[in-house]
C-alpha cells in the first residue's frame, strides 16, 4: 500500500508562513491524485487542496486561496504545502492524502484511498 509521512508542522506566529511535507513510499506515487485536508478539534475533516497525477491541474478551499499552494516532486515522492499569511483560524492537524483511481470529488474524503497520521499546525495571534 501507498504509506504517507507528513512533517514540518509547528507554532507559528498569524501572517507567518510553514510549509509541510509529505513523503511517500510507492512505486506508482507518480501516478496518484494527491491532496491535503485538515481538521480542527471539535470539526470535521475539511478540504485544503489537490493536485493531480500530472501537476497540470491544483485546486484550493476557497478560506485557502491565494495562500496556500500545493506541489508535488515525484522523483522524491513528495508532496508540498506551502502555507503563508496564515490566521489562527488555520490552526488544524493536516493530513497528507492519497487516490490512486481519481473520480472527480478531489475535494471529499471519501476521493482518497490513503491517509497519513497526521501533523499539528497551530497559528498564535
Known amino acids: 500500500q501507498l504509506r504517507l509521512v507528513e512533517s514540518g508542522g509547528g507554532l507559528v506566529q498569524a501572517g507567518g508562513s510553514l510549509r509541510l511535507s509529505c513523503a511517500a513510499s510507492?512505486?506508482?506515487?507518480?501516478?496518484?491524485?494527491m491532496a491535503w485536508f485538515r481538521q480542527a478539534p471539535g470539526r470535521e475533516r475539511d478540504f485544503v487542496g489537490a493536485?493531480?497525477?500530472?501537476?497540470?491541474?491544483?485546486y484550493y478551499a476557497d478560506s485557502v486561496k491565494g495562500r496556500f499552494t500545493i506541489s508535488r516532486d515525484n522523483a522524491k515522492n513528495t508532496v508540498y504545502l506551502q502555507m503563508n499569511s496564515l490566521k489562527p483560524e488555520d490552526t488544524a492537524v493536516y493530513y497528507c492524502?492519497?487516490?490512486?483511481?481519481?473520480?472527480?470529488?478531489?475535494?471529499?474524503?471519501?476521493?482518497?484511498?490513503?491517509w497519513g497520521q497526521g501533523t499539528q499546525v497551530t497559528v498564535s495571534s
Open positions: 492524502a492519497g487516490d490512486q483511481y481519481y473520480s472527480g470529488s478531489y475535494y471529499l474524503t471519501t476521493e482518497y484511498d490513503y
Open positions: 510507492g512505486r506508482t506515487f507518480s501516478s496518484y491524485t
Open positions: 493536485v493531480l497525477w500530472n501537476s497540470d491541474h491544483a
